[in-house]
């Protein structure tokens, strides 16, 4: 390999986890080299990291995809702190570092996640359906869309810019108060609610909430209760339980340490 084509290698870093003892979690490592998950320890704390270049790593679906994969991996078997995407330390003795000067807020964030999970769930309306809704809902959408069926096009054209109008701020209110529904039937039984921005014009809600394990099958069932509920109009898609992205994400500049 000649000095132009070397790569430095480092230690990518995946989560923390509580761990006093050497861990390997497979050959899960980003690049798809077959590097090993293992853990570099400190005391009762480790970081999970693979051998991996010490390069800029490109914000790919494959790549975000093998980082969490990786996280998932080890939440199978105990709680985790994800680390932000492309996080490289140069080496061993760096994670260490970094584990010795973040020892209690690290042991502070694991005591708060081990005993709740993070549960999404997505809420869009189904397209044909919910549009037949608001024309039977909303009257004054209804009799001006009627009225303009009775007459030529080309003598309608601000009259139909303005039904649609009316359409997209019927279908806007529609979808907060769907939201609004889900998020107090639900709110209650999480320690933590994150909305996200929806994408489309017809998702009404894209959430994640951190719930306390005592309460995850509550949750389960409120959450069938609301596909019950809206079952003709508003498709639900829940999944769980996932590593805490949205509530603790370890961000480490690492010229700090």
Same mark, same amino acid.
């Given at each position: 390999?000649?000095?132009?084509? *070397?790569?430095?290698?480092?230690?990518?870093?995946?989560?923390?986890?509580?761990?006093?003892?050497?861990?390997?979690?497979?050959?899960?490592?980003?690049?798809?080299?077959?590097?090993?998950?293992?853990?570099?320890?400190?005391?009762?704390? *480790?970081?999970?990291?693979?051998?991996?270049?010490?390069?800029?790593?490109?914000?790919?679906?494959?790549?975000?995809?093998?980082?969490?994969?990786?996280?998932?991996?080890?939440?199978?078997?105990?709680?985790?702190?994800?680390?932000?995407? *492309?996080?490289?330390?140069?080496?061993?003795?760096?994670?260490?570092?970094?584990?010795?000067?973040?020892?209690?807020?690290?042991?502070?964030?694991?005591?708060?996640?081990?005993?709740?999970?993070?549960?999404?769930?997505?809420?869009?309306?189904?397209?044909?359906?919910?549009?037949?809704?608001?024309?039977?809902?909303?009257?004054?959408?209804?009799?001006?869309?009627?009225?303009?069926?009775?007459?030529?096009?080309?003598?309608?054209?601000?009259?139909?810019?303005?039904?649609?109008?009316?359409?997209?701020?019927?279908?806007?209110?529609?979808?907060?108060?769907?939201?609004?529904?889900?998020?107090?039937?639900?709110?209650?039984?999480?320690?933590?609610?994150?909305?996200?921005?929806?994408?489309?014009?017809?998702?009404?809600?894209?959430?994640?909430?951190?719930?306390?394990?005592?309460?995850?099958?509550?949750?389960?069932?409120?959450?069938?209760?609301?596909?019950?509920?809206? *079952?003709?109009?508003?498709?639900?898609?829940?999944?769980?339980?996932?590593?805490?992205?949205?509530?603790?994400?370890?961000?480490?500049?690492?010229?700090?340490?």
């Amino acid at each position: 390999m000649t000095m132009a084509t *070397a790569v430095q290698e480092g230690k990518y870093i995946y989560c923390v986890i509580g761990s006093s003892q050497p861990r390997s979690f497979g050959p899960l490592g980003i690049g798809g080299r077959g590097d090993s998950l293992h853990t570099v320890t400190v005391g009762d704390i *480790a970081a999970v990291v693979s051998d991996a270049p010490l390069t800029r790593y490109r914000v790919s679906r494959e790549n975000t995809l093998a980082h969490q994969r990786a996280i998932e991996a080890v939440m199978v078997e105990q709680p985790v702190l994800p680390v932000r995407f *492309a996080t490289v330390a140069e080496d061993e003795e760096k994670v260490r570092r970094i584990l010795k000067a973040e020892y209690d807020r690290f042991k502070q964030l694991l005591a708060e996640v081990s005993d709740k999970v993070e549960l999404g769930l997505k809420a869009t309306f189904i397209e044909g359906i919910i549009y037949e809704s608001i024309l039977a809902k909303y009257e004054s959408i209804r009799r001006l869309r009627n009225k303009l069926t009775e007459l030529p096009p080309d003598r309608t054209h601000y009259e139909r810019m303005r039904v649609g109008q009316m359409v997209e701020e019927a279908l806007l209110t529609e979808k907060q108060l769907v939201a609004d529904d889900i998020l107090n039937a639900l709110s209650s039984l999480a320690a933590q609610v994150k909305t996200n921005d929806p994408y489309g014009e017809l998702m009404i809600l894209n959430a994640a909430f951190f719930v306390p394990r005592c309460r995850e099958a509550d949750f389960d069932r409120r959450v069938q209760e609301l596909g019950e509920k809206y *079952a003709e109009t508003v498709r639900f898609k829940y999944v769980g339980v996932m590593p805490p992205f949205n509530f603790v994400t370890l961000m480490l500049q690492m010229e700090r340490y």
